[in-house]
């Protein structure tokens, strides 16, 4: 049969008179809708008949037979809501349908016909424009629907899903009418049926646009209601225990009153009895339900129209423009009470997250605080609302744990707060990241997800300086809560570095406003006190939670690191800000340099002085880096990141100050434990002094005062041993397991020495000390030298020393030794090698100021190594094998006449010492000294220019070649005659120091020594003694109590007539001797070799010649000058 067919039949039957058929008619059009949603064609023939259909369902829905009119409802149902078959339907059928439908629901006695009519209303799917023209009759429809006057559940149920379809529909029109069905439905909520409470509350929050906010009229029969019996209905049922009813009730009753609630504060504040009592109610669902409600209060009194009354105002205003706006607001807001509602909401709020509820009622406490957030919109960036509503909140939560149970309530503040403070630097935090993560809190899934921040995000706006106070208070709770001995190292951890995250960009907001013009120079000084003050409160309040968790010191060099990187340095580093150095510990430490030659020219900074931002920071640093050296493992004595820091530091700054304030804290307090410091301190400078791209440092370098401490910086070890030595030889008693305590505590001396040679290298390499005023190795070992005269000064006590490997001498000589090695070996690369075009001149003022002394340091270390016994040295200690090692290696490189002088005078002690002791020494520590005797013998050979061979440089060195000609250890004699038969016993001696006359007179009467026997005429003769007497007119040579040196003094006679140092030259008449002499000499310079045939040779060592009173006399000179023309004439 096809469906025309089938249609027309149903028809029939549905036209008859007779119940049976109708029935029959009806079931088969309802079996036939049912297969139409599954077949087009048979949907296409039904809207093909719909008037007729409609027809007989208008006029059987009013039946007084139940079936027929229930079947009748049923089909007409279908009708109205597919939309193929209502896009059919004539204007005229439509109206027809819902005056139809209105009147049945007002009018109809049966049950069934009412629930089925409003269901039609509620599955509907008419136009607009149908429903606004009855809408006034479906409305009253509805309502009495709602009012249920049969008592039926179901009829209930489907007014309400009316009424939410026609919200959907006609929303304007159901808004403006929400005084007319509203109330109906907002009684029921007091029902003690629970199916009929849910069925409505679950309307209402589908329809909650409608309601919320409250038209006027709606607040009025609103509060109508709950003066007449809502009120009462409620305190009737919070005596029969439904609390968690009625305060769910009461939420939306408080919600509906809105903006009129403030006219009726004496019927809010009986209402908010029942909150009242609900809040301090035990059972958790009662205190969650109660706080849910509580968002029906801020709806009521947080509102946009009180928030910002010129809302409508153009869009495109800067930032100081809504700064103004919100002051503005913020005074209007408060006229109208508006900061005593806020207080009212909070009060609660803030009762809860003090208390110790369930972790559950924090939460919903939590959603509902973040709901407020959400309605004050732009109005919470005001300081006086952050006051009210977000710090309490902030530290309530923060109060207590982190602990398991809290962690995640932790998680919720901070990814608020960085929410917060991240917005005036989101721009930046995008661009260095290219992703900007909002949670700042990382604990597995997302915890703020379940509160309502999410779905009803904050309005936050960029901070200005006033509320940085306010976010330096919170971070600085963080960390002292996160701090507590109770916490675990994995929940601490995870607060200190989300504390950080939020400090940094707390800090690129201060950067911002630091840089802007806008900002003057008491807002800057603003910025900076804030920050100091933090650091330094952070600092002080951790060091009260005990010495044990190195975690807290780490986190607060990690925070005084993200200042100095932040914040620009040439405002940090500037003059024109200065603070008070207001740290007690910087008062309470007192220099530990008692060596006047060791202060260097450096202001040290006190306490409570004036300082720069930077040198603020700089002090709670070391304090920071002092304490971890007490208290940390010998695995942490070089921390990576404070040597990164150093870095960081001395770059950033053409200015020296950085560094030469750290050099200062250094000597403020010698310890040992500053070893530590010491090499982060030294690493950093050297990762500087090898970066090629780092100027900075380099223009700093040039200055004096930089120059100054590095170079104290690098015999800062030493010092720190001299140090120890003299406070134990002060407290003898316990010096020795004092000392052995502090030495197990302080990093390894190998480390000290790998980290001094590492930087000496690089600033050698770098060229740092090289001018005309300065010598940088020169000065370097004259520090040093002075260290070890204080070493030998307490030395000296007339016995030998015995040290072991903990003795603080040992500490001494095993760091100088490794230092003075360090030096030679690059004095001897880097200026030996590289000058040997300088002129001698040049080499006078650069040169021979380091290597004279270099080779000071290393006579003064051989001298006091011969006064001590080392029993169980240290690995790689300098002993007199390494010592004659590296000085014959330093010999090998010598060249110049003047060098090797120098080198012979300044060594000659101390190395004779050595030759006469080597009886007592290893077979190594002898075939060393061998080596650097025969190295001294090659250098005096090849010196350029030649050496002159004679008496003069025999009195020099007369106990020298005294001892090594006649040494008893034949590898030191046998070099010794083969150099003197190649050398003095090719010359004419004039005369031999007497000390020498034994020994040279058994060698060559033994045939192993060459001696040249030509005799002198007897002028010459007479001269010759006059050399051994005197060598310059006005001076004279005398022995002194060492054996292989000689003091040059003034005769006081033969200076009474002489002038200051600008005395003419006088020539003086030659004497014949003289003029014979003068003749010989001008014929050996015609002569190469000095000796032709017929001509007389005399040495440069005749100095009859009178070389005060010689043709080309000279200024007078002093001691030193003399000396210097001694050396010119070997």
Not at 172 to 189: G, T, V
Not at 225 to 242: E, F, I, R, T
Not at 378 to 406: C, H, R, W, Y
Not at 576 to 588: A, Q, T
């Amino acid at each position: 049969m096809s469906n025309e067919n089938e249609i027309g039949e149903i028809q029939l039957l549905v036209s008859s008179g007779d119940k049976s058929s109708k029935c029959s008619g009806y079931s088969s059009l309802l079996h036939f809708q049912e297969h139409s949603t599954l077949n087009p064609s048979s949907l296409h023939s039904l809207s093909l008949s719909s008037h007729s259909i409609v027809s007989s369902l208008i006029s059987d829905i009013s039946n007084h037979d139940e079936e027929i009119a229930a079947q009748a409802l049923k089909c007409l149902g279908f009708m109205i809501y597919h939309p193929s078959i209502v896009s059919s339907l004539p204007p005229d059928d439509v109206n027809l349908v819902l005056e139809s439908l209105s009147k049945l629901i007002t009018t109809t006695k049966l049950k069934s016909a009412c629930n089925l009519g409003v269901w039609c209303i509620s599955v509907q799917q008419l136009g607009e424009s149908c429903l606004a023209t009855h809408f006034h009759s479906l409305l009253l429809a509805i309502v009495h629907a709602l009012d249920n006057p049969m008592g039926s559940l179901s009829t209930t149920f489907e007014a309400t899903q009316a009424v939410m379809k026609l919200c959907g529909q006609l929303s304007e029109q159901m808004r403006d009418s929400s005084h007319i069905w509203a109330p109906p439905i907002y009684r029921r909520l007091l029902s003690t049926d629970k199916r009929e409470r849910d069925a409505l509350e679950r309307c209402l929050l589908k329809v909650k646009t409608s309601v919320i906010p409250p038209s006027l009229d709606l607040s009025k029969v609103l509060v109508k209601d709950m003066k007449l019996n809502l009120l009462s209905g409620m305190k009737k049922l919070l005596d029969k225990g439904m609390k968690i009813q009625v305060i769910q009730a009461w939420g939306w009753f408080i919600r509906m009153l809105g903006s009129h609630a403030l006219k009726t504060r004496q019927l809010v504040n009986d209402s908010l009895k029942i909150p009242e009592c609900t809040f301090t109610d035990l059972d958790p669902q009662v205190q969650i339900a109660t706080l849910v409600a509580w968002e029906g209060l801020i709806d009521a009194l947080v509102h946009c129209t009180m928030l910002d009354p010129n809302k409508n105002t153009p869009a495109k205003e800067n930032h100081l423009q809504k700064q103004h706006s919100l002051e503005r607001n913020n005074c209007d807001v408060q006229a109208n009470g508006f900061s005593k509602s806020i207080r009212l909401i909070m009060t609660p709020l803030n009762g809860i997250m003090s208390s110790k509820c369930d972790i559950s009622v924090h939460s919903s406490c939590l959603n509902t605080w973040c709901y407020l957030l959400h309605k004050l919109e732009t109005s919470i960036n005001e300081p006086s609302l952050i006051k009210m509503v977000l710090e309490p909140i902030l530290k309530a939560i923060f109060q207590n744990g982190p602990d398991s149970k809290s962690i995640w309530l932790w998680g919720l503040g901070l990814d608020l707060l960085s929410d917060c403070i991240s917005q005036k630097c989101r721009d930046v935090l995008c661009q260095s990241t290219n992703q900007f993560r909002d949670r700042i809190f990382e604990t597995g899934p997302s915890l703020s997800a379940k509160c309502s921040w999410k779905l009803h995000p904050i309005r936050w706006l960029p901070w200005d300086i006033s509320q940085l106070d306010f976010f330096l208070s919170m971070i600085s709770v963080l960390i002292c809560q996160a701090s507590r001995p109770t916490v675990t190292s994995d929940h601490r951890s995870l607060v200190y570095d989300a504390a950080l995250k939020l400090f940094t960009y707390v800090l690129k907001g201060v950067k911002h406003d630091l840089e802007s013009t806008s900002t003057n120079y008491d807002g800057i000084m603003l910025c900076l006190k804030s920050i100091l003050t933090f650091i330094k409160n952070v600092c002080e309040d951790l060091c009260t939670y005990g010495t044990e968790k190195h975690d807290l010191y780490y986190i607060s060099i990690r925070f005084i690191e993200v200042v100095t990187k932040e914040l620009d340095s040439l405002i940090l580093g500037s003059p024109l800000y200065k603070f008070s150095l207001d740290l007690k510990y910087i008062g309470g430490t007192q220099s530990g340099d008692r060596n006047e030659h060791l202060n260097f020219s450096v202001s040290r900074v006190s306490y409570m002085d004036k300082v720069s931002p930077m040198v603020y920071l700089i002090a709670v640093y070391f304090h920071m880096l002092d304490w971890l050296a007490m208290n940390s493992s010998q695995s942490d004595c070089k921390p990576q990141r404070s040597s990164e820091y150093f870095k960081f530091i001395f770059s950033s700054s053409d200015s020296p100050d950085n560094l030469l304030t750290f050099v200062g804290f250094l000597y403020k307090d010698v310890r040992p434990i500053h070893l530590k410091i010491w090499i982060t301190l030294a690493e950093g400078l050297n990762g500087c002094a090898r970066d090629p791209n780092c100027r900075s440092l380099r223009v700093a370098m040039s200055d004096s005062a930089a120059y100054s401490s590095i170079c104290h910086l690098l015999i800062y070890p030493i010092v720190v041993h001299t140090e120890t030595a003299r406070l134990t030889l002060s407290n003898a008693g316990a010096s020795s397991e004092n000392y052995k305590v502090l030495l197990e505590e302080n990093p390894r001396l190998d480390l000290v020495i790998q980290t001094w040679i590492s930087l000496y290298e690089s600033l050698s390499a770098s060229g740092f000390g090289c001018s005309t005023t300065t010598n940088f190795s020169g000065d370097l070992c004259t520090l040093l030298t002075r260290c070890l005269d204080d070493s030998i000064d307490m030395a000296e006590s007339g016995i030998e020393l015995h040290l072991k490997c903990n003795d603080t001498d040992l500490g001494i000589l095993h760091l100088s030794g490794n230092f003075m090695i360090c030096i030679l070996d690059h004095i001897q690369t880097s200026e030996l090698v590289s000058e040997t075009e300088i002129s001698n001149t040049d080499r006078e003022s650069k040169i021979l100021c380091g290597i004279n002394n270099c080779l000071k340091l290393a006579a003064r270390y051989m001298n006091l190594l011969m006064k001590t016994v080392v029993i169980d040295p240290l690995p790689g200690f300098v002993g007199t094998s390494r010592v004659s090692s590296a000085l014959a290696n330093f010999v090998s490189r010598l060249h110049w006449k003047q060098d090797i002088l120098l080198f012979l005078e300044i060594i000659s002690c101390p190395l004779l010492q050595w030759l006469s002791n080597m009886v007592n020494q290893d077979e190594t520590t002898n075939e060393q000294l061998q080596h650097l005797w025969n190295e001294i013998l090659s250098c005096l050979k090849r010196s350029q220019p030649p050496m002159n061979f004679g008496s003069a440089l025999l009195r020099l060195h007369e106990t020298l070649f005294e001892k090594t000609l006649d040494h008893p250890y034949p590898s030191i004699s046998k070099p010794t005659i083969t150099f003197w038969n190649s050398t003095f016993g090719q010359q004419v001696i004039l005369d031999f120091p007497p000390n020498l006359l034994s020994v040279l007179d058994r060698l060559s009467r033994n045939g192993k020594l060459k001696l040249q026997k030509r005799s002198l005429p007897p002028l010459q003769k007479c001269h010759s003694s006059k050399e051994v007497s005197g060598t310059l007119p006005g001076y004279r040579v005398t022995a002194t109590h060492n054996r292989t040196s000689k003091r040059i003094e003034l005769v006081p006679d033969a200076q009474k007539d002489a002038s200051p140092l600008s005395v003419k030259k006088r020539r003086l008449e030659l004497t014949e001797h003289q003029k014979e002499v003068r003749r010989a000499q001008q014929g050996r310079e015609r002569d190469s070799g000095g000796h032709g045939p017929g001509i007389r040779t005399y040495t440069n060592a005749d100095f009859s010649q009178g070389l005060d009173e010689s043709q080309e006399s000279q200024e007078i000179r002093d001691s030193e000058a003399i000396l210097q023309m001694l050396r010119k004439t070997i």
